[in-house]
Nanobody, 124 residues
Framework: QVQLVQSGGGLVQPGGSLTLSCAAS????????LTWFRQAPGKEREAFAC????????YYVDSVKGRFTISRDNAKNTVYLQMNSLKSEDTALYYC?????????????????WGQGTQVTVSS
């Protein structure tokens, strides 16, 4: 069965850290571009971090650059999102998405495989 399973997330205080995981089954995640999206209440789904194939270059939107890190563990067929210095505006439902595209895309319709979503809430 082809699927992405997310773990991690939860409630954290401002300035804290969380790590999200996105584990693939049924396919080799290293052959796929993987992008993290998030959707805050009343806002559109936003792509904010991506890891490509072929030497795995990474891309981030400015709002998370320097605070979030996306990485692969090929042995575990998993992509991680390390989130540091979290802010209240990071509160959202987070999704990982993967597809065999040639490069990172910020368009949700470019991805066929999606994780189930996990809530991240940053609040004191």
């Amino acid at each position: 069965q082809v699927q992405l399973v997310q773990s991690g997330g939860g409630l954290v205080q401002p300035g804290g850290s969380l790590t999200l995981s996105c584990a693939a089954s049924g396919f080799t995640l290293n052959d796929y571009v993987l992008t993290w999206f998030r959707q805050a209440p009343g806002k559109e789904r936003e792509a904010f971090a991506c890891i490509s194939t072929s030497d795995s270059p990474t891309y981030y939107v400015d709002s998370v650059k320097g605070r979030f890190t996306i990485s692969r563990d090929n042995a575990k067929n998993t992509v991680y999102l390390q989130m540091n210095s979290l802010k209240s505006e990071d509160t959202a439902l987070y999704y990982c998405a993967a597809d065999q595209i040639t490069r990172c895309s910020d368009q949700w319709w470019a991805y066929d495989y999606w994780g189930q979503g996990t809530q991240v809430t940053v609040s004191s």
